[in-house]
């Protein structure tokens, strides 16, 4: 049998066969699915100003988004971006539940969007599905379900290569693929290990990965309220649910027809006649389904819709609540200060400090030196030539360590002395600029004390 089986009386798994309706919001979550895939596969092509849309390189410790590159120097900034995103998922999961999960997740798009799809195309809906899982394995069984895993296992494979192009890059990924095997044995063993992790979560886990290893819908559980849209069952206008009767009175019944269709389109297997779950992602199939068997039986639509609980049992208007407008302020703050911090970002940075416990010293020709340290982060995809140089002109500047040229994502540090002659210091502490510079352009500016003998 293809999978885990059934009986949850004896605790294991029960495999789920939802049936597949292409209503409306089914129709929109399949073009938002296209846009994902067609930007998933061609993002490690796309570039920015010659740098990929996107790469998260950890072992090199380079990262580009939207064609900006950033260094461990910048890991505030991802630190700062990460509150902003934790906050968001907060703010949207209290406005609208988990609809994140049914229709912009990565694990939700590429299960219920691609690899169920060409399950449906090749073993049938989900009844056929079923009824080939319980049958012998014959001739049929034995093409269909080899079909079916042979083109899971070679989309898999397409979905690590591009998966590991995020990672590495994708000139890096080329040279994998087309150099001997040898010279890239982490790397090719790499995309196979993505490959059977993917297919094993697509062909077996499913949407465990959903309902029990994702920390979101437990979370979700904390976030939620009375004023949260969410997918849910107007249980006011459908109960008491009951068959339809052409022979008797149905005035006494809810709009609920109580035909099970919410229940076996459900990719998690619950029925959201019994609430708010925690399994339940929002991919509104019910919706769809719902919406049909209403507009056969000629009722209104929406019997399942995005509902909060208050809009149900109170008849409210969906409102933007006091917690939602606290969330947004904080989101408001939060991004302005990334934005500034992003923007003001140079792509070179100085650092000078004084030596610690170095007393000035006084020098041939009526100078008077202090021996400094200082570090030069590049934080652009090229190397650099650098200069330090101090703003007065009558200051000179004698390395004893010079900085040379910064590798592209390095640092260099470099020591030297500055010489001010005794003339131009009039007090046992003196302010000094540094400047760094790029091919004789200034780029930075960086202030220091100086320390020497006091005129007064």
């Not at 609208?96 to 169920?116: A, D, L, S």
């Not at 040898?182 to 790397?187: A, N, Q, S």
């Not at 399994?279 to 819709?305: F, Q, R, S, W, Y």
């Not at 004698?398 to 540090?413: F, L």
């Amino acid at each position: 049998m293809d999978g885990l089986l059934v009986a949850k009386e004896t605790n294991k798994r029960k495999w789920i066969y939802p049936l597949i309706r292409k209503g409306k919001l089914y129709k929109w979550r399949s073009w938002i699915s296209y846009g994902y895939l067609l930007l998933f596969f061609a993002g490690p092509l796309i570039r920015i100003n010659g740098q990929p849309l996107l790469l998260l390189n950890f072992m090199e410790r380079r990262f580009v988004i939207l064609g900006q590159v950033f260094w461990p120097q910048d890991i505030f900034l991802f630190v700062l971006a990460s509150l902003v995103f934790v906050v968001c998922v907060v703010l949207f999961t209290i406005a609208f539940g988990r609809v994140f999960c049914g229709w912009i997740c990565p694990q939700t798009i590429f299960m219920e969007m691609f690899f169920r799809k060409i399950e449906n195309w090749i073993e049938g809906d989900g009844s056929k599905q079923k009824k080939l899982d319980a049958g012998p394995w014959n001739r049929e069984k034995i093409l269909k379900k080899g079909s079916k895993h042979f083109l899971f296992i070679i989309f898999s494979f397409l979905i690590a290569n591009t998966f590991l192009a995020y990672l590495v890059g994708s000139d890096v990924l080329f040279k994998i693929i087309t150099e001997p095997v040898e010279l890239h044995l982490v790397g090719f063993l790499s995309i196979w290990v993505f490959t059977i992790v993917f297919y094993l979560v697509y062909s077996q886990v499913r949407e465990l990965v959903c309902t029990v290893v994702c920390p979101y819908g437990r979370l979700q559980g904390v976030l939620l309220d009375r004023d949260t849209l969410v997918v849910a069952y107007d249980e006011v206008r459908g109960e008491p649910r009951g068959k339809l009767s052409k022979t008797s009175d149905n005035s006494a019944k809810g709009d609920c027809v109580d035909c099970g269709l919410c229940v076996s389109v459900c990719p998690t297997g619950i029925d959201i006649r019994h609430g708010t779950q925690m399994e339940c992602i929002n991919c509104t199939a019910c919706i769809d389904v719902c919406n049909e068997v209403m507009d056969k039986i000629h009722k209104p639509l929406n019997l399942v819709g995005f509902y909060s609980e208050n809009m149900i049992h109170k008849q409210q208007k969906p409102s933007f609540t006091g917690r939602m407008m606290g969330y947004s302020g904080i989101i408001a703050v939060l991004m302005t200060v990334l934005c500034y911090f992003i923007f003001s970002r140079a792509d070179m940075d100085l650092a000078v400090m004084r030596s610690a416990g170095m007393l000035y010293q006084e020098q041939k020709g009526g100078l008077v030196s202090n021996i400094y340290n200082a570090e030069v982060i590049n934080k652009s995809n090229q190397s650099r030539d650098i200069v330090i140089q101090p703003d007065d002109p009558a200051i000179k500047i004698k390395y004893i360590q010079a900085p040379g040229k910064v590798a592209a994502g390095a640092s260099v540090k470099t020591v030297f002395f500055l010489l001010i002659p005794a003339s131009h210091i009039s007090s046992a502490k003196t302010d000094v600029k540094i400047n760094l510079l790029l091919n004789n352009k200034v780029i930075q500016t960086v202030s220091t004390a100086f320390v020497g003998p006091s005129n007064d």
